[in-house]
């Protein structure tokens, strides 16, 4: 079965400064995607970033990008110029390349402050 | 609306009773998705269907948990003789079909007395 560890229960960030979440998973596969989603107050959960295991190409949207590691199995979410409204629980998940389930981490959640 | 719907918002029941959890997909999505997040917790997957059928029932924690789902739209989670133990958040996706990405809904907050 598939682990995924996000080792930081709580992060903090000052606006407008970067903050990286981690994110290492455990797997026997070769094909497989990774995804980080946002969950506000509000339960939603909200996806964030994508990204297929045999890009080498790290996905980035916006102000949000990722350095997936294959090797270390280390996919870590990088926030720049960060905003009020990114606070959130985030959640970085593991989906297999033959699968259908996403196996999800424990989350983290993130403070943001003036 | 566009997006994933559940109903009810929020539920809260007696122990013992029956509940009834309902989702409704993004149209035209194939697949959809069952899970549960107990309280700071992570998502725990529960079941998916392909269409109208469900392969894979393994995740569901008990024979207390059955989900049905009609053609490819709506679907149904019900518990029965519920237990504390199942107060949790209990959310729905739906992608366009098998691997491609899921879109949540904004769950069910399921509070067993």
Partial sequence: ??????????MSVQEAETVTLSCTYDTSESDY???????PPSRQMILVI??????QQNATENRFSVN???AAKSFSLKISDSQLGDAAMYFCAYEGGSGYALNFGKGTSLLVTP | GAGVSQSPSNKVTEKGKDVELRCDPISGHTALYWYRQRLGQGLEFLIYFQGNSAPDKS?????????ERTGESVSTLTIQRT?????AVYLCASSLSLSETQYFGPGTRLLVL
Avoid: I, N
């Fill in chain 1, 1 to 10: 079965a598939q682990t995924v560890t996000q080792s930081q229960p709580e």
């Fill in chain 1, 33 to 39: 995607y990774l995804f980080w989603y946002k969950q």
């Fill in chain 1, 50 to 55: 994508r990204q297929e295991a045999y890009k």
């Fill in chain 1, 68 to 70: 997936f590691q294959k």
């Fill in chain 2, 59 to 67: 995740g569901l924690p008990s024979d207390r948990f059955s989900a």
């Fill in chain 2, 83 to 87: 237990q504390q133990e199942d107060s």
